[in-house]
């Protein structure tokens, strides 16, 4: 029984019993305890259960290679990030840090696959809320060429970047040093930039 609410359950053996939560409980953490008939039967300390509700409202960035190793930054909607533990892309499951009460961090695992993978989060490493924010997975991009290879020091000058495996994607930038501008996706083999100052 989870709080009031009466639960399906089943006998493994004298020392284990499997229960089904309900779903019709609210989240919070409740009292549970074991009932034969009406009876409760728990003795020993208290048992209580904590029901989480997580809701990823946003996921950055939200594409990468598939060697794996993109640090993710994925937002929550509820004041329960510090009780994740585990991050699921697909069905890969890997380890969450917490960065704030609404921010987590994982980082993606390797793919054997490209495409979208389903995100879900789990305080436990076996049950996963999934969400439908997906994470891309691409095949590495590769780069072959840049032209102009100068250009003045006002900046303003708009590049070509050759290659293949391009994302198109709201995130693409190009890095000149440590200074980032806005890449402009033209196709899966070339992305434009514009110089900066």
């Known amino acids: 029984q989870f709080g009031d609410e009466d639960a399906a359950s089943r006998f493994i053996n004298t020392t284990l019993i499997e229960c089904t939560v309900p779903d019709n409980i609210p989240s919070g953490n409740m009292s549970m305890s074991l009932m ?7 003795i020993g300390p208290p048992l209580s259960f904590t029901l989480v509700e997580l809701f990823i409202s946003s996921i950055l960035p939200s594409f990468g290679d598939t060697n794996g190793g ?5 937002m929550v909607s509820s004041k329960q990030a510090e009780l994740v533990s585990h991050c699921v892309f697909g069905d890969e499951v890997v380890p969450a840090s917490m960065i704030d009460s609404r921010t987590i961090q994982c980082t993606t695992p390797p793919m054997q696959e ?4 389903l995100v879900g989060l789990s305080v436990n490493g076996d049950d996963f809320s999934m969400s439908s ?3 891309e997975f691409t095949h590495p991009a590769f780069f072959s060429a840049l032209t102009p290879a100068n ?3 006002l900046g303003g000058t708009i590049i070509t970047i050759s290659g293949s495996n391009f994302v198109n994607s709201s995130d693409l930038a190009c890095y000149f ?8 996706w033209m196709n899966s083999e070339e992305v434009s930039c514009v110089t900066p100052a």
């Open 151 to 153: 250009g003045p020091e």
């Open 36 to 42: 034969l008939g009406d009876m409760p039967i728990s």
């Open 114 to 117: 490209a495409g979208p993978k």
């Open 133 to 135: 924010q997906t994470f």
């Open 70 to 74: 993109t640090p993710v930054t994925v």
């Open 177 to 184: 040093g440590d200074v980032k501008t806005k890449g402009e």
